[in-house]
């Protein structure tokens, strides 16, 4: 493994404080590292600058005073110059004069060495730098003294300079490696802190996991951040997934109890023929029918819960008539149940077209007939009509059975939920019907809608959007 993937996997195997912690610091240490560089740099760029002024200044100086006192200058005159004098000894800089041939006439302090002497850099007037370097600044120009032609040469040290730079340099390292720690601390701080919401969900999520959905979920986070957020999305993930996990629960218990009754009847009307009842053909033929009926129960109940699943996931919707389908269902029941009335109420050659297939429209007009007619008094009496109203269709299917209490309107789409579970068993049903309308409504962008009133009868509304 290359050394850059070695880091990189040990990075990655941190944990997410860590990470942050190390990022932090790593971020943080850079830029006060390339900002003290910059810095640095500037700095010596300024301070070197001042160091050759000075150069600048007492070059100048020397050759105003040489030129000033003309060919009769003495080491006294020169002596008598003590504020030329004093800033040369404080500048620790050295000064000689030199003749035409570079032969040395005075030196003046004796802190430098000279470099050796070239006479091919200096100009005709003025004075040349030279020797840039770290350890000094070296400056020579002519000097005309009467008749008398020299060289004036000046070694500025630059001990103070590189003083100052060094205890920079120091001082900055010292400064990164204390951003270095400092960060690294502030930003493992921030991140236990930031980081605690998230720990919490790990935490509930593990208990989730560990027992399921008996512990509260909730986590008491009110920031408006994307920790928020995440939590927020969490929190209502998990409420659906209980929803469907309770619902499941409920679903298998009572599909589980729907079941159990019907193979319980089949198993003891097998049980008498197998012992004695298939002697007998009365008794043989009507435990044979009432077998078949409730096989034939539950084949309904599977088919119906089939259907849930198949509606539930339908998708593309065709344009279909209302009008059509309902008559054709219409045909179907009243051959079930020919001792009904059904009323079929709309205009001739009226035409209402919805987005909804034309299989689910007759499995939902069908489930609420059959329902209307199985909770009617006998003879049964089912109206049905359309209403337009607001780019909307609305199918009012009316009966004149027993009604349904208030309390129970809000729980009859429940999947297995029966209005009167002793009297429903008789009328027979699985108690999936409604789930599969309401589903199946619903797939279609529309509504379902009940009022009903004990003992007078039940109006279904069914609510379509007409499409443009």
């Known amino acids: ?82 504020g030329l004098m004093t800033s040369i ?13 570079g032969i040395e006439l005075l030196q003046i302090n004796d802190t430098s060495i000279f470099p ?20 000094s600044i ?9 008749r008398f032609k020299g060289y004036v040469q000046l070694e500025h040290p630059l001990n103070a300079f590189r003083s100052i730079m060094s205890y920079m340099l120091t001082a900055m390292l010292l400064l990164s490696v204390c951003a270095l720690l400092l960060s690294g601390w502030i930003g493992y ?58 619902q499941q629960q409920q679903f298998m218990a009572d599909a589980s109890h729907e079941l159990r009754t019907p193979l319980q009847v089949v198993e003891g009307h097998l049980s008498l023929l197998n012992r004695w009842g298939k002697d007998d053909p009365e008794i043989l033929e009507e435990s044979l029918g009432i077998s ?3 096989v034939q129960q539950m084949k309904t109940l599977l088919d119906e819960m089939l259907e ?14 209302i009008v059509q389908e309902t ?29 909804i297939s034309p299989n689910a429209y007759q499995q939902i007009i069908r489930n609420i007939i059959s329902n209307a007619i199985r909770y009617s008094l006998k003879p049964a009496c089912v109206s049905i009509s359309y209403e337009r109203k607001d780019n909307h269709v609305i199918i009012h299917v009316q009966d004149q059975g027993i009604g349904i209490d208030q309390d129970d309107i809000p729980k009859i789409f429940d999947r297995f939920f029966r209005v009167d579970a002793a009297r429903s068993r008789d009328i027979g049903g699985s108690g999936l019907g409604l789930s599969i309308v309401k589903m199946l409504v619903e797939n279609s962008k529309g509504t379902v809608k009940v009022t009903s009133e004990k003992g007078k009868g039940t109006i279904f509304s069914i609510i379509f959007p007409i499409p443009k």
């Not at 912690?21 to 760029?45: D, N, P």
């Not at 404080?90 to 030199?98: I, P």
């Not at 050796?116 to 350890?135: A, L, V």
């Not at 009110?222 to 995440?230: C, R, T, V, Y």
């Open 1 to 82: 493994m290359k050394r850059k993937d070695y880091w990189l996997h040990v990075l990655s195997s941190q944990s997410l404080k860590k990470k942050w912690a190390i990022s932090s610091a790593a971020v943080i240490f850079i830029s006060f590292t390339l900002m003290s560089i910059i810095l640095y740099v500037a700095l010596k760029g300024w301070l070197y600058q001042q160091e050759e002024q000075e150069v600048k200044r007492t070059m100048s100086d020397l050759t105003s005073f040489f030129e000033s006192q003309g060919p009769y200058l003495t080491v006294k005159d020169i002596q008598a110059n003590t």
């Open 89 to 101: 000894v404080d500048k620790d800089q050295t000064v000689r004069l030199l003749n035409s041939d």
């Open 116 to 135: 050796d002497f070239d006479d091919t850099d200096i100009p005709d007037k003025g004075y040349s730098i030279i020797g840039n370097n770290q350890e």
């Open 138 to 146: 070296s400056a020579i120009g002519n000097v005309q003294l009467g």
């Open 189 to 246: 701080l921030l991140a236990t802190y930031l980081l605690t919401p998230l720990k919490e969900l790990r935490m509930t999520m593990d208990d989730v996991a560990a027992h399921g959905f008996q512990k509260d979920m909730s986590i008491t986070y009110n920031a408006k951040d994307e920790i928020g957020e995440l939590i927020a999305v969490y929190e209502g993930m998990m409420a659906k997934l209980k929803l469907s996990f309770e």
């Open 292 to 294: 078949l009926h409730e």
């Open 308 to 321: 849930l699943a198949r509606g539930e996931q339908m998708k593309d919707l065709p344009f279909t008539d």
């Open 327 to 355: 008559k054709k269902v219409i045909g179907e029941l009243l051959q079930l149940y020919p001792t009904s009335s059904i009323k079929h109420h709309f205009s001739k050659n009226e035409q209402l077209d919805v987005l």
